[in-house]
């Protein structure tokens, strides 16, 4: 995968994330300032996003935007498969791009690191606002007059549960899926599924994750369950369980799909282009499976 480097892209970069002792590391997102600041206010119709359908982390991002009802921070979607050029458009985008990695050239300060999604963009400034998807859903709460995702007294119960999701359910199947021995795909599949049959045993009696309210918990997880069958359960190796053998959470994760605006997040056909595009690793063919056929209504 190509890099910035001093602000120019290099298509022969560094690996995508670093194993140490066969286990995946992901690198640590590094353009993190906000909106609400004095330099980036949360104006209507200041801010587009960078996103590609199959990744989740950009999945994240696109969901807020819908439960938060902020149309006017308009989208630019990459194609499914990377190319030498990492993540490219199909059509035109904002600024006229053709390649996310001229989006990380126009930053003031010559920019080293990864071309990721999602990447938020202040259309004022003429500069990246944030590359951290995290950051980006709880940047979005401070629009005025949007829901909150995060409420005050279900705040500590909601950042336990990102912790527990982020490390061994979203990254999880990452680890998983990128091991490079043995014992680390064997610690990074067990955790997975003991978060999976611990959410399923708490969802016995409720409908959410923190409360009695769809909170940035559920959002946070929703984005993993969607791509669960399709594509970690045969690309990542993630096969213990899939997510429809598990009677509460499939019920849980088809009401969140069926939230107003979330299923037009959702793109199957592209996560299964994503996932199975051509790796050395995973899929050297680069074969897309017909299957799964999955009925997600109620």
Same mark, same amino acid.
């Given at each position: 995968?190509?890099?910035?480097?001093?602000?120019?892209?290099?298509?022969?970069?560094?690996?995508?994330?670093?194993?140490?002792?066969?286990?995946?590391?992901?690198?640590?997102?590094?353009?993190?300032?906000?909106?609400?600041?004095?330099?980036?206010?949360?104006?209507?119709?200041?801010?587009?996003?960078?996103?590609?359908?199959?990744?989740?982390?950009?999945?994240?991002?696109?969901?807020?935007?819908? @439960? &938060? +009802?902020?149309?006017?921070?308009?989208?630019? =979607? %990459?194609?499914?498969?990377?190319?030498?050029? !990492?993540? /490219?458009?199909?059509?035109?985008? @904002? &600024? +006229?791009?053709?390649?996310?990695?001229?989006? =990380? %050239?126009?930053?003031?300060?010559?920019?080293? !690191?990864? /071309?990721?999604?999602?990447?938020?963009?202040?259309?004022?400034?003429?500069?990246?606002?944030?590359?951290?998807?995290?950051?980006?859903?709880?940047?979005?709460?401070?629009?005025?007059?949007?829901?909150?995702?995060?409420?005050?007294?279900?705040?500590?119960?909601?950042?336990?549960?990102?912790?527990?999701?982020?490390?061994?359910?979203?990254?999880?199947?990452?680890?998983?899926?990128?091991?490079?021995?043995?014992?680390?795909?064997?610690?990074?599949?067990?955790?997975?599924?003991?978060?999976?049959?611990?959410?399923?045993?708490?969802?016995?009696?409720?409908?959410?994750?923190?409360?009695?309210?769809?909170?940035?918990?559920?959002?946070?997880?929703?984005?993993?369950?969607?791509?669960?069958?399709?594509?970690?359960?045969?690309?990542?190796?993630?096969?213990?369980?899939?997510?429809?053998?598990?009677?509460?959470?499939?019920?849980?994760?088809?009401?969140?799909?069926?939230?107003?605006?979330?299923?037009?997040?959702?793109?199957?056909?592209?996560?299964?282009?994503?996932?199975?595009?051509?790796?050395?690793?995973?899929?050297?063919?680069?074969?897309?499976?017909?299957?799964?056929?999955?009925?997600?209504?109620?």
């Amino acid at each position: 995968m190509g890099e910035m480097i001093e602000g120019r892209y290099h298509v022969e970069g560094r690996p995508a994330d670093t194993t140490v002792d066969g286990a995946f590391r992901r690198e640590p997102s590094v353009l993190r300032d906000w909106i609400g600041t004095e330099a980036h206010p949360a104006d209507p119709g200041r801010y587009h996003l960078f996103v590609a359908w199959n990744c989740p982390w950009a999945h994240r991002a696109l969901l807020a935007r819908e @439960e &938060l +009802g902020l149309k006017d921070i308009t989208v630019s =979607y %990459a194609l499914p498969r990377r190319t030498e050029e !990492g993540w /490219v458009f199909g059509e035109e985008s @904002e &600024l +006229g791009v053709s390649a996310l990695h001229e989006v =990380y %050239a126009r930053q003031p300060e010559p920019y080293t !690191g990864r /071309v990721t999604v999602p990447v938020l963009w202040d259309r004022v400034a003429g500069r990246i606002v944030s590359n951290e998807s995290a950051d980006i859903v709880r940047m979005f709460g401070r629009f005025p007059g949007v829901p909150d995702l995060c409420p005050g007294p279900l705040r500590e119960e909601i950042e336990r549960w990102n912790g527990v999701i982020y490390e061994t359910v979203n990254n999880g199947v990452y680890r998983a899926g990128f091991a490079r021995t043995q014992a680390a795909y064997d610690a990074a599949v067990t955790e997975v599924f003991a978060t999976l049959d611990r959410i399923e045993a708490h969802l016995e009696g409720r409908d959410w994750l923190a409360g009695d309210v769809f909170t940035e918990a559920d959002l946070r997880l929703f984005p993993t369950l969607a791509r669960f069958d399709v594509a970690y359960h045969y690309a990542f190796k993630c096969n213990i369980r899939r997510l429809t053998d598990y009677p509460r959470l499939w019920d849980y994760a088809r009401r969140i799909y069926h939230r107003p605006g979330v299923a037009g997040t959702v793109r199957f056909d592209f996560y299964k282009r994503g996932y199975f595009s051509p790796s050395e690793l995973r899929n050297p063919l680069g074969i897309v499976p017909a299957g799964p056929v999955i009925d997600w209504s109620l």
